[in-house]
């Protein structure tokens, strides 16, 4: 007996003075939530703020306007707000006595733009916001991170869920459905989940979309800004740096109001080439 006791002194503090255990619930034993941590890649939150269910898309188009206005145009588009442009067309003078040949490629990544004509590197290059918007984000504390991410997908889900639920006017052009949309003397069909403009139309000129090709990798060449060093960048200014801080602090908010316009998937022509 005493052997036992001796044991109790260990364990329960004494034989004659047993206090009661404490209670414990439920929700004492669940584990603690870990911090949240998303990846500081600039990429992940690019791929957010241009998502593309395929790596890689290249759309073929036919292109007809006024005064006898003839071409093609090839879009190719990735995932990060990726594109290039080329064209080709042959357009009339205002007397429509004369035609001209226009080139023109436009190759826009997430930093820059560059614009140049025919098959020469020679051409101009302009900033473009995401780079900056995407280093910012990567920039802030983990809680801060996720949010905004988090808002940035929200706002394309809801986009999403609302053609969805309302497709509203669609169209099958090359194969795919897309939602049709006027607006001031001008239409556009939008292939919705990849963001894709599949038909344009105005009094000037009509882009429709012949093919669509899909690849399972992205090829980087089509991406790359010619290496020519007569090609210089615009600067980034102050103002710049200062709407990209406000950009940022408002998508952290989660009002995507003053994001939405700079995601517009319309072309970027190059310069000598209709304006759509």
């Not at 929200?154 to 052009?173: D, F, N």
Request: hydrophobic residues 40%; glycine residues 10%.
């Amino acid at each position: 007996m005493l052997g036992m006791c001796v044991a109790g002194v260990v364990l329960a503090g004494g034989c004659g003075d047993k206090k009661a255990a404490p209670e414990i619930s439920l929700a004492d034993l669940e584990p603690t939530p870990a911090a949240v941590h998303v990846s500081q890649d600039e990429e992940v939150f690019l791929a957010a703020l241009f998502p593309q269910q395929h790596p890689q898309i290249k759309v073929s188009y036919g292109l007809e306007g006024a005064g006898g206005m003839t071409g093609s145009l090839e879009v190719w588009t990735a995932a990060g707000g990726r594109r290039r442009e080329v064209l080709s067309a042959t357009i009339g003078s205002p007397a429509a006595s004369t035609l001209s040949k226009v080139e023109g490629l436009t190759i826009q990544g997430p930093g820059k733009i560059f614009r140049g004509t025919g098959s020469d590197d020679q051409g101009t290059q302009s900033s473009a916001p995401f780079r900056g918007l995407a280093e910012a984000w990567s920039n802030l504390p983990d809680s801060r991170r996720a949010k905004a991410l988090e808002h940035v997908r929200e706002w394309h889900a809801l986009r999403t869920e609302a053609v969805t639920s309302k497709p509203g006017e669609q169209r099958e052009i090359a194969g795919h459905l897309c939602t049709q949309t006027r607006l001031a003397g001008q239409s556009i069909c939008l292939w919705e989940q990849e963001g894709v403009v599949l038909a344009y139309e105005s009094e000037a000129f009509t882009l429709m979309a012949l093919r669509v090709e899909v690849a399972n990798a992205v090829e980087p060449a089509h991406f790359s800004v010619p290496a020519n060093e007569g090609v210089a960048a615009d600067p980034v200014s102050d103002e710049v740096k200062a709407e990209t801080t406000a950009l940022l602090a408002a998508i952290e908010g989660g009002d995507m109001d003053t994001l939405a316009p700079l995601l517009h998937p319309g072309f970027r022509f190059a310069a000598g080439a209709p304006a759509p």
